[in-house]
């Protein structure tokens, strides 16, 4: 057995005694004996560090990780981004690793500020005046964006592009449908071949008999790496009195027009691409602003800077009265534990990558996609599944499945992309490939990647 | 007069450690504040890709006009900056961390290294299962142990912390009446419970029943029956509860739930206490989330990430969250015989002993030494009448594989001993703190214990909050201050089972001194003014949330405007 428990049997002795018990088990005599293991638990007894460590590396082992065994394509919600050294090493401190909520904030100054940067860097990145402190992913932070239109609006009505990641979508779904009387998810289709949202059959729809949506909710750039019509979904959202919701993505955030310039006034992502590894999917980090009229409805945790009492700079968790612990079943959402850790990581990126670096790995990644979606068109068989221009990712289609090459090119030591099988793709995309490329894909990692790509589409 | 200085020296300085605190009290100046246009941190790959202009990649109208400011520094810089920051960090790493309900213990080295490994770490998640069948396996596996420590079917690990857990039980409670044609509303939380099950409740589209708890500081059963009919979805509840005290009437309540068709909920906060000792299956719960962040020992980041798995018992397995890692063949290896416990319809089925890894070189029988043979194969599979998804995908892996770690280098005997220590550290605590602060409910506990300070309020004028103020200055965490809300005053003091005896003696010293000083001429005053050893002292919440201040640009822009 392997036991961070540090008493020793002479002080467990002395501390029964204290207590006044004879033994252990005496402690829990709350607990009716109809209820008590009688022999224990049925698992192996514990191991110590070096066999723990042994079995873990066989289970790792198992795994065909990006870097040592194959080289990522693929992307779909998770991205295989720079994560420099400094960025482990400050997000691996252990004060800010082992640490609660700061709930006591005269000795969480250090969370609380580095919180406070990285609200003010999510803000600017979306375009917008506030972000709160990290939501779980990106779609939790879909469904909180949602569920702040309904309370703030009044409606129930929910318009979703198609486009928006499927995974979220279907997150949304599964909690909206408990509450099917006040959230009403429509689901609006990309246009086919061209891969950005048709309003067309919503702006036809919308007569005076319809009810108005409480929100529009679009991504930008969508699941298929397509640069939506921003001008079109917010005009869309304006005409209905609707708030506009954008999934962005805080990347292409570098080059491409923030969700608040294009008109959101609540804006969600993904931020795993801000320092943290692709994790198997998880823990991501749930990215969450919004225009200053709703901070009074932000889920989970702002922090506000304010002063001590002598009058110097201090941080503290701020509007708590939104929260859960206070307001109960009337809180503006249930979150509690967030991703606190991951959004510090993820303003150490931010700011190792500073103005010019994000926009910097948002170019290369945009060059690499442009290099590596030519090479692949030249391919006979290969053309684009989606017409409408993209940044980082783009779906392509072939003779065949997405499924089959990506099957085909792991043997080539390629993770060639997300296969668009039936459960995820959008409408009418089914069975293509999509196809991302970051800034670490090199000019001879492409072109290894299309020559295997052009072997895998041959039927 | 003109100021004769260079730009530069009218700006703070990076690498000055003005706020460390071993050097001073000074402010650390923000970011922004240490940024300077144009410099750079950033270093990438050498790609050889074509530098095709901006303009050609992407058409006009869909370009931002100007990047997005970030700061702009130097890696020294950052390092410092950020360094200092966490010196300016309590945490479990520095010292106790009595916060009652959360369970702060230690955070194991080896589990942080194992999370680290390049195999699980840098793993895609749409990789398919072909790339990730140790992955699979080690959720599988997980899934297994913890059916075995909470006496549950079967396991859904998407839930990304304690809240998610519960809104995902609450939804399968729902999927569950539904199945069954019927429409229930109400879902009964005790006055005790924890903020997140009524704002759960209310997300999952119930309302809210609260019940209130008994002199004895649990669950009334009489009153519980009052308020039970067929408009009852389920029961939520915390065993041990919220004040550390076992619901006794545990049995009693589940008949009472289950008479009248509906389910009991099992928040898995206080599941350290009992730990090897019984199970939320066995009392008759039908859902349980855990939370590996608390019982599992997996860190808490400052506020997470967590993870909040959620157990089920056989009739709701057909309903959890898909897709879900499954063994696609059988382990082989002796089917051992349920344990007495064990024997049931729910979990006869789960966890035998050959099926869980052993240290043990034996790699007889075609097996690896881990009780597999090698051509199990793992993948995905949807229930049936799945609730659908809870996370963007399959849940916080890198949280999970640092709980399987510490389950499987406890086990049983070592988790057992955790609930042991635990229980044992704060009855000790307990024994030690009565005649000097208020116990309204003073009776033996199991992992926590919660006193009041409305006596020293009533006499002194000191609260709870100046209580756990004074005893950062001590060198301790605070415990959980004005929780639960049905005690006066609350302090809710939760050792945990790694702090040595030693520490939980100084925890108490501290306590009795605190209390004793505040009886002196200025003590009461003193408390009211601390904490002054820290980095900053008392804060000013109320300002904080009168002239709002989240970012630093709303601070710019207020300092502006005068």
């Known amino acids: ?459 | 007069m003109r100021d004769q200085r260079s730009s530069f020296e009218r700006a703070p300085a990076g690498g000055r450690a003005s706020s460390a605190p071993v050097l001073s009290k000074g402010d650390e100046p923000t970011i922004f504040e240490l940024s300077v246009p144009s410099r750079t941190s950033w270093s990438l790959r050498n790609t050889n890709i074509p530098e095709y202009p901006l303009e050609e990649l992407v058409p006009a109208e869909h370009l931002r006009s100007t990047p997005p400011d970030l700061a702009e520094v130097s890696e020294r810089d950052l390092v410092a900056h950020f360094t200092r920051l966490s010196q300016r960090q309590y945490s479990v790493d520095t010292g106790a961390y009595p916060l009652g309900s959360c369970t702060m213990k230690y955070n194991p080295k080896v589990c942080d290294a194992i999370a680290a490994l390049s195999g699980l770490a840098d793993v895609h998640p749409a990789s398919p299962p072909s790339c990730t069948q140790g992955w699979l396996r080690l959720f599988v596996e997980l899934e297994e142990v913890l059916c075995e420590i909470t006496g549950m079917a079967a396991v859904t690990m998407q839930p990304a912390a304690g809240a998610a857990g519960e809104l995902t039980g609450l939804l399968l409670m729902r999927a569950w009446h539904e199945s069954l044609s019927s429409r229930r509303h109400r879902v009964i939380i005790p006055d005790s419970a924890h903020g997140t099950n009524p704002a759960s409740v209310a997300l999952a589209g119930y309302e809210v029943t609260t019940v209130a708890s008994d002199s004895r500081g649990c669950v009334d059963l009489e009153r519980l029956r009052e308020v039970l009919d067929d408009d009852v979805a389920g029961i939520m509840l915390t065993n041990p509860n919220t004040l550390g005290l076992f619901e006794e009437d545990i049995i009693d309540i589940a008949a009472a739930a289950h008479d009248v068709g509906a389910l009991l909920y099992y928040d898995g906060a206080n599941l350290n206490a009992i730990l090897g000792v019984t199970r939320p299956g066995d009392m008759g719960f039908d859902i349980v989330h855990l939370n590996l962040h608390k019982t599992f020992a997996t860190p808490h980041g400052g506020g997470g990430p967590g993870a909040g798995p959620v157990a089920v018992s056989e009739r709701l397995v057909e309903f959890l969250p898909g897709p879900r890692p499954v063994r696609l063949l059988e382990p082989v290896g002796r089917q051992v015989a349920p344990l007495p416990h064990t024997a049931g319809p729910d979990s006869a089925a789960l966890a035998t002993r050959d099926s869980l890894p052993s240290a043990g070189p034996d790699g007889t029988n075609g097996q690896t030494s881990h009780g597999y043979r090698e051509g199990d194969r793992f993948g995905w599979s949807t229930p049936e009448r799945s609730i659908g998804r809870m996370h963007s995908w399959h849940g916080n892996a890198l949280v999970l594989a640092r709980a399987y770690a510490y389950i499987l280098a406890n086990g049983a005997d070592g988790l057992r001993r955790v609930a042991d220590m635990a229980v044992l550290n704060a009855n000790w605590l307990r024994k030690r703190l009565r005649g000097v602060y208020d116990m309204p409910y003073d009776r033996p506990v199991m992992h926590e214990l919660v006193v009041s300070a409305a006596r020293l309020r009533k006499l002194y004028g000191v609260k709870a909050v100046d209580v756990a103020k004074r005893l950062l200055e001590e060198g301790f965490h605070s415990p959980t201050v004005a929780f639960p809300l049905i005690v006066d005053d609350a302090l809710m003091i939760e050792p945990t089972e790694t702090e040595s005896p030693q520490t939980v003696a100084a925890l108490a010293e501290a306590m009795e001194r605190i209390a004793a000083e505040v009886a002196e001429d200025n003590g009461a005053h003193d408390a009211r003014l601390a904490p002054r050893t820290t980095p900053v002292g008392r804060v000013d919440e109320a300002l904080a949330a009168r002239k709002l201040v989240p970012t630093w640009d709303l601070r710019e822009r207020q300092q502006t405007a005068g």
């Open chain 1, 1 to 459: 057995m392997t036991s961070w428990a540090p008493h020793t049997p002479a002080e467990i002795d002395e501390m029964l005694a204290f207590i006044g018990v004879s033994s252990l088990d005496e402690l829990f005599r709350a607990v009716p004996a109809s209820l008590r293991l009688a022999t224990g638990l049925s698992i192996p007894d514990g191991i110590g560090e070096p066999d723990l460590m042994a079995y873990f590396q066989e289970l790792a082992a198992a795994n065909a990780p990006i870097g040592r065994d194959l080289v990522c394509f693929a992307g779909g919600g998770a991205y295989d981004h720079e994560v420099p050294a400094v960025t482990k090493a400050l997000a691996s401190r252990s004060e800010f690793v082992t640490a609660y909520t700061p709930y006591q904030a005269e000795v969480a100054q250090g969370v609380l500020q580095a919180l406070f940067e990285y609200q003010t860097m999510v803000a600017r990145l979306a375009g917008l005046e506030v972000a709160n402190a990290s939501l779980y992913d990106g779609a939790h932070a879909l469904v909180e964006a949602v569920n702040l239109a309904v309370a703030a609006t009044g409606r129930s009505a929910v318009w979703v592009s198609e486009g928006v990641n499927p995974r979220w979508r279907e997150n949304l779904i599964t909690i909206a449908r408990a509450r099917s009387e006040s959230h009403v998810i429509h689901i609006v289709p990309l246009e086919q071949g061209v891969g950005v949202t048709s309003w067309s059959t919503r702006e036809s729809s919308a007569d005076a008999t319809s009810e108005p949506p409480a929100a529009i909710v679009v991504a930008n750039p969508n699941f298929l790496g397509c640069l939506e019509d921003m001008e079109r979904a917010s005009a869309l959202a304006s005409a209905h009195g609707a708030e506009l919701i954008v999934a962005f993505d805080p990347i292409t955030a570098g080059i491409i027009e923030s969700p608040g310039s294009a008109g959101a006034s609540v804006a969600v992502g993904e931020g795993q691409a801000l320092g943290a590894p692709l994790s198997f999917g998880g823990p991501y980090l749930g990215l969450f602003a919004c225009s200053m009229e709703h901070v009074r409805r932000i889920p989970g945790r702002i922090v506000g800077q304010t002063v001590d009492v002598d009058s110097r700079t201090a941080y503290v968790t701020t509007l708590r009265a939104r929260e859960q612990d206070i307001r109960r079943e009337r809180a503006s959402s249930n979150v509690c534990t967030n991703e606190t850790l991951l959004a510090i990581g993820a303003a150490v990126q931010m700011a190792w990558l500073g103005t010019s670096g994000l926009a910097e790995i948002a170019l290369r990644s945009a060059r690499g996609a442009r290099y590596c979606r030519e090479a692949l068109l030249g391919i006979p068989g290969v053309r684009l599944a989606a017409t409408a221009p993209t940044v980082r990712e783009f779906a392509v289609c072939a003779p065949v499945s997405g499924e089959v090459i990506v099957d085909r090119m792991l043997d080539e030591g390629f993770l060639a992309g997300v296969a668009l099988t039936r459960e995820i793709a959008p409408q009418g995309f089914e069975g293509g490939l999509l196809v991302a490329v970051t800034e670490r894909r090199t000019r001879a990692e492409i072109d290894a990647f299309a020559a295997a790509f052009e072997k895998a589409v041959s039927l």
